[in-house]
């Protein structure tokens, strides 16, 4: 991302070769999202016959001061680059546009022709930058919310020490903030710290005088440095930690030495663990935090599972389970387990019930309706059981039948030790049939019609 050295190098590249030249002409895209607070027609007006008096620069804030106002800013985003047609500018990953592209790029947000035949173009692939059109950049947002900048306008070491001094804030966030220092970003608040060998987390107000101090300088070594490669990345020196801190974690080492990755202030943080250390107090701070953040990860995880959609089967198992909680359904992941749960039971339930009314039937040569416990379930379950138990009545009776057919065919002394059945017997024998089951089959079959 473009941070203080690139757009210091488009600054410095808009100063020498358009200062002092009039524009002729100029295309603004129409992009409502970054040509902010003006239509294409008005911009491209306010700029055509105007001469460029100077390029200037406040932290990651570019513009041109024009020979009257209003005069047009750039704030860079993501991926705002300033192109000039023959000369050779850095080139950072996410904004490259490549010289066999037609001119001006499909990405241009702003085209100026000068009066010499120069041309350059503000180009934007990610569309998070803004060109805005006002009359004194400095007296207006975001320019003028920003902090001393960090190339023009460095902090006296002093007073540098004192304004970490009343910080209780992780070092990492407040080199972010830009209202503290403004123009480093990122990737430069990785390196100055890495140089400094502070750790990203470190509470800025514990920070000793003498690594302020440190840190103080490896800030302006780290910006002219990357100036005097014209921001060119590639020429970096070998031993940053910017080269690697774009890798995988576990392949990123510097100097041989292992780069772990953590976030601060919403942005990840590239440090050496070996180098880079908290002192007592943050360390405890910090396994707090990871030990806080793992627990909500965990969280996360286990409520994305509960969420995650139901298999077909689990659903209609809910339903059986429960007619009245099956068309309530719910986003919460919690009460659609919870009826699932509910509904398993049920249906085991059921089927013992089931079970227990086939038993009931064969022990006792009759079926009812009221062996089901669940009375919701009755209308479903005593139909199959009922079936079970004519069969097993119809079986009872005709063995009644045979056995009393038998008995009446049987003489007295006709079997062996068999002693002759008195006359009353023979007589009570009908009776003992006419209370058997059959006498009972017309009234289920009643029952069934």
């Known amino acids: 991302m473009p941070e203080l050295p690139e757009v210091e190098a488009a600054r410095q590249a808009l100063q020498e070769h358009c200062v002092g030249k009039r524009i002729v002409k100029c295309a603004s895209a129409d992009d409502t999202k970054v040509i902010d607070g ?61 010289s066999t592209e037609e001119w001006p790029s499909k990405y241009s947000k702003l085209f100026v022709q000068m009066d010499d035949g120069l041309e350059f173009s503000f180009t934007d692939k990610r569309r998070f930058a803004k060109i805005r059109l006002v009359d004194n950049p400095e007296a207006v947002p975001p320019i003028s919310e920003l902090g001393p900048d960090a190339l ?47 750790h990203p987390m470190q509470t800025a107000s514990k920070i000793s005088k003498d690594k302020c101090a440190t840190l103080h300088l490896c800030i302006k070594e780290v910006i002219d440095k990357s100036l005097e490669v014209g921001a060119d990345s590639s020429q970096f020196p070998d031993n940053w930690i910017f080269h690697s ?14 780069i772990d990755f953590i976030a601060v202030g919403g942005r990840t943080s590239a440090y050496v663990p ?25 969280d996360k995880k286990s409520r994305k599972g509960i969420n995650a959609p139901k298999p077909a089967k689990a659903r209609v198992k809910t339903a059986k389970g429960s007619s009245n909680k099956a068309g309530n359904t719910s986003d919460d992941g919690d009460e659609e387990d919870y009826e699932e749960e509910e509904a398993k039971p049920a249906k085991r339930g059921r089927k013992q019930s089931a079970r227990t009314a086939n038993v009931s039937t064969k022990n006792a040569g009759s079926t009812h309706g009221d062996e089901a ?77």
């Open 38 to 98: 003006v239509t294409p027609d008005r911009l491209e007006a306010a700029l055509v016959g105007r001469t460029i008096a100077a390029a200037r620069r406040k932290g990651k804030n570019l513009w041109l001061a024009l020979d009257s106002p209003p005069h047009p800013t750039f704030q860079f985003g993501m991926a705002g680059a300033i192109y000039i047609k023959g000369v050779e500018l850095s080139k950072y990953k996410r904004s490259a546009v490549s």
């Open 152 to 198: 023009f306008e460095p902090m006296k070491l002093d007073e540098f020490v004192k304004s970490l001094g009343r910080k209780n804030v992780p070092i990492k966030s407040l080199l972010l903030d830009q209202s503290f220092i403004s123009g480093i970003g990122n990737w430069m608040a990785d390196e100055v710290l890495y140089q400094a060998r502070i």
């Open 245 to 258: 801190r774009e890798k995988k974690p576990g392949k990123a080492f510097v100097d041989g030495k292992k």
């Open 274 to 298: 070996e180098l880079q250390k908290l002192d007592a107090a943050d360390a405890e701070t910090s396994r707090s935090k990871k030990s806080v953040d793992k627990e909500n990860d965990d």
């Open 373 to 449: 416990t669940d009375e919701d379930q009755e209308a479903d379950e005593d139909a199959e059981p009922a079936k079970r138990g004519r069969k097993q009545i119809e079986k009872s009776a005709k063995g009644s039948d045979e056995e009393a057919d038998d008995k009446m065919e049987v003489k007295p002394g006709k079997r062996r030790g068999q002693k002759t059945q008195p006359t009353e017997a023979k007589s009570s024998l009908p009776k003992k049939v006419q209370g058997a089951g059959p006498a009972r089959r017309p009234q289920r079959k009643a029952r069934q019609t």
